[in-house]
């Protein structure tokens, strides 16, 4: 058996790419779940508009931080891919290999959410870290890499 | 009575014509109940034969000659308005679609144009990911990264 490849880690543009796919799956299912939801109030003459404005905001906000949480914290945990990462050939890992535990997923959203707020001056450490990580990969301690040519076969079944 | 020669031409035009019907009936028959033709079309996309005799025949010098030909003959709309218009056409149509040969043969096409799409997509941004690491580090003139100098392509191409 030969020596173990280098990781070969993933970039701002890969990652956006990622990000932006991820982004629009989120907010397509949110989309959906409030037509549904819009539906099936109209069955007993409730309508979205009718409802206080607060109220409306409150669970439209909500429903789509919890929606965001489920989908990236339970990827990560779970795969250590979402969709969009997963079509970039990406994964998300610890620094020493490990996956993602529940905790450390968390660390890395709140991270993610943090390095976005000052225009997202967080991510462009990406650019400049030799495994190029950002500030959500700082503080939660994971890398991105690109899977390796065994992880591509045996994920090859279930992907795209 | 007697029949003329040309009641007697008549009579047997049309016995050749209701004979050739049924046997050409007959035949379709056998063929779409034996799935014929959708074994050969799946088997015929799925190893590639069609896409090559397909170049062969339109690169070949005379291709363009006959094509044109065939299309400027008075003939050629009355016919093919007539397949068009046939139930047989239909029925061989709705037979292909439905076999199951050609649906996976189609599936594996798409799946084979997805995968192939998002391959192209990756070794793009792997590209701008190290154009864009490069321009950073020219811009704070700092040394590039170790894997920037050497990275591997993450297709594996």
Same mark, same amino acid.
């Given at each position: 058996m030969g020596p173990a490849a280098l990781p070969v880690y993933a970039g701002l543009a890969t990652r956006g790419v990622a990000f932006v796919i991820d982004a629009a799956i989120v907010n397509a299912v949110a989309f959906a779940i409030a037509a549904s939801a819009s539906l099936a109030l109209s069955i007993f003459g409730?309508? %979205?508009?009718? %409802?206080p404005t607060g109220l409306s905001l409150a669970v439209g906000a909500g429903g789509w931080i919890v929606l965001n949480l489920a989908y990236f914290i339970g990827s990560w945990t779970l795969a250590g891919q979402t969709t969009g990462i997963r079509l970039m050939s990406i994964r998300i890992k610890r620094t020493n290999g490990d996956p993602l535990s529940f905790r450390r997923a968390v660390r890395r959203l709140i991270g993610s959410v943090i390095a976005a707020?000052? %225009?997202?001056?967080?991510?462009? %450490?990406i650019l400049v870290d030799d495994r190029r990580r950002g500030l959500n990969d700082r503080l939660a301690d994971t890398v991105v890499v690109f899977l390796t040519e065994e992880e591509k076969r045996h994920l090859r079944p279930t992907s795209l | 009575m007697q029949m003329t020669g040309l009641g007697i031409r008549r009579h047997l035009s049309t016995r050749a014509s209701s004979a050739l019907y049924d046997i050409w009936e007959s035949t379709l028959d056998t063929v779409l109940r034996a799935r014929l033709i959708e074994r050969t079309t799946g088997i015929l996309l799925s190893s590639g034969v069609v896409e090559r005799v397909a170049v062969l025949v339109a690169e070949h010098p005379a291709t363009d000659h006959v094509v044109t030909l065939l299309l400027e003959s008075p003939g050629f709309d009355r016919m093919l308005d007539r397949i068009l218009a046939s139930e047989q056409l239909d029925r061989v149509v709705t037979q292909i679609a439905e076999s199951d040969e050609v649906r996976d043969a189609l599936r594996q096409q798409s799946t084979g144009m997805a995968e192939e799409v998002a391959g192209e997509l990756r070794s793009r941004t792997a590209a701008a990911d190290a154009r864009l690491e490069r321009l950073a580090r020219s811009l704070l003139r700092r040394h590039s990264a170790p894997q920037e100098t050497d990275l591997p392509n993450p297709n594996g191409r």
């Amino acid at each position: 058996m030969g020596p173990a490849a280098l990781p070969v880690y993933a970039g701002l543009a890969t990652r956006g790419v990622a990000f932006v796919i991820d982004a629009a799956i989120v907010n397509a299912v949110a989309f959906a779940i409030a037509a549904s939801a819009s539906l099936a109030l109209s069955i007993f003459g409730v309508s %979205l508009d009718e %409802l206080p404005t607060g109220l409306s905001l409150a669970v439209g906000a909500g429903g789509w931080i919890v929606l965001n949480l489920a989908y990236f914290i339970g990827s990560w945990t779970l795969a250590g891919q979402t969709t969009g990462i997963r079509l970039m050939s990406i994964r998300i890992k610890r620094t020493n290999g490990d996956p993602l535990s529940f905790r450390r997923a968390v660390r890395r959203l709140i991270g993610s959410v943090i390095a976005a707020i000052p %225009l997202f001056a967080g991510y462009l %450490l990406i650019l400049v870290d030799d495994r190029r990580r950002g500030l959500n990969d700082r503080l939660a301690d994971t890398v991105v890499v690109f899977l390796t040519e065994e992880e591509k076969r045996h994920l090859r079944p279930t992907s795209l | 009575m007697q029949m003329t020669g040309l009641g007697i031409r008549r009579h047997l035009s049309t016995r050749a014509s209701s004979a050739l019907y049924d046997i050409w009936e007959s035949t379709l028959d056998t063929v779409l109940r034996a799935r014929l033709i959708e074994r050969t079309t799946g088997i015929l996309l799925s190893s590639g034969v069609v896409e090559r005799v397909a170049v062969l025949v339109a690169e070949h010098p005379a291709t363009d000659h006959v094509v044109t030909l065939l299309l400027e003959s008075p003939g050629f709309d009355r016919m093919l308005d007539r397949i068009l218009a046939s139930e047989q056409l239909d029925r061989v149509v709705t037979q292909i679609a439905e076999s199951d040969e050609v649906r996976d043969a189609l599936r594996q096409q798409s799946t084979g144009m997805a995968e192939e799409v998002a391959g192209e997509l990756r070794s793009r941004t792997a590209a701008a990911d190290a154009r864009l690491e490069r321009l950073a580090r020219s811009l704070l003139r700092r040394h590039s990264a170790p894997q920037e100098t050497d990275l591997p392509n993450p297709n594996g191409r």
